[in-house]
């Protein structure tokens, strides 16, 4: 049978681009330039290694975002898999990692899986905790933080580095795992791999598809939500010192009122 694995990949604002939060405190995802969150990438990665090692297998890619969210999804597919699944609807709206959680365990329910694959964390929320509660919530052993990681006899294996060891873990399929950027460099999309993506499906849900109601998710449905966001000051241009003999000086007094030294 084949081995279905799902990735979770996940929508995020470009860290390069100007970023802000709108009037609800939520961030603005909407107005800003977004991509595929870069330590998804490696959980793309490893999907299709094992699926290449693999005899039968079947890599979908799944996020839970905006309209937009569809640039990662087509980013993963031309990477690679097989399909998608994006989970778009308005209520979604200010949910935080709990309520996304239940939106992404659901949809991951509701596609079939062995092996549900994700990054360490994402480059704009960094809670990295979402593996945990996911696998939790699909009730399936968690391995999470890997740097390598294989698909054997119905099980998944890994190394997992830590500051003073390396662990070796397994755990039966069905399992959730999450990838560090130690995994291996993900590959780049190919033009071919580009214009097959074109092609591949992309499956389109709403919280009635997931029988998730809509007071489950949100701000309604969420644990956390933020008070109060000040944005930082803008940075200053800095002061120039001309050095004309007492330069060194100059340059010590500041780093001592600074407590640098
Ligand atoms: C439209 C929208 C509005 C949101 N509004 C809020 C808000 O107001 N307040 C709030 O706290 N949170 C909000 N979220 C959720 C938030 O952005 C995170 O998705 C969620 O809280 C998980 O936190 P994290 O990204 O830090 O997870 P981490 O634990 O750092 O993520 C680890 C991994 O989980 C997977 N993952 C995480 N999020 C997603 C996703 N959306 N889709 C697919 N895979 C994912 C990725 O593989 C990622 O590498 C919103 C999300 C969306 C899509």
Redesign the pocket.
């Known amino acids: 049978m084949s081995l279905r694995i799902v990735v979770?990949?996940?929508y995020v604002p470009d860290a390069t681009g100007d970023r802000k939060f709108a009037d609800d405190l939520?961030?603005d995802?909407e107005d800003v330039d977004g991509l595929l969150?870069e330590?998804?990438e490696y959980?793309v990665e490893q999907a299709l290694q094992i699926a290449e090692e693999a005899d039968d297998a079947e890599v979908t890619v799944?996020?839970?975002?905006?309209e937009d969210?569809r640039d990662a999804l087509r980013k993963a597919l031309s990477m690679g898999a097989d399909k998608a699944v994006h989970v778009d609807d308005e209520s979604?709206?200010?949910?935080?990692?709990m309520a996304?959680s239940l939106v992404?365990a659901k949809a991951i329910e509701k596609t079939g899986y062995d092996l549900v694959i994700?990054?360490?964390?994402?480059t704009?929320?960094?809670?990295?905790?979402?593996?945990a509660i996911l696998a939790e919530r699909l009730g399936v052993p968690q391995v999470t933080l890997l740097s390598e990681v294989k698909v054997e006899d119905g099980k998944v294996t890994g190394r997992r580095d830590g500051d003073t060891a390396s662990e070796q873990l397994e755990a039966s399929l069905p399992a959730v795992v999450?990838v560090t950027d130690q995994s291996g460099e993900a590959r780049y999309p190919s033009f071919k791999g580009i214009m097959a993506a074109k092609k591949k499906p992309v499956e389109e849900l709403e919280l009635d598809d997931l029988d998730i109601d809509e007071d489950e998710v949100g701000?309604a449905g969420?644990w956390?939500?933020?008070d109060s966001a000040d944005e930082r000051p803008a940075r200053t241009a800095g002061t120039i010192v001309k050095d004309e003999g007492e330069g060194g000086k100059q340059l010590a007094e500041y780093l001592a009122s600074q407590k640098f030294i």
């Open positions: 979770c990949v996940k939520t961030v995802r969150s330590l998804d959980a799944l996020t839970v975002g905006p969210a979604i709206h200010g949910s935080d990692v996304t992404l994700a990054g360490m964390a994402s704009d929320g960094t809670m990295g905790v979402l593996p999450s701000l969420s956390t939500a933020v």
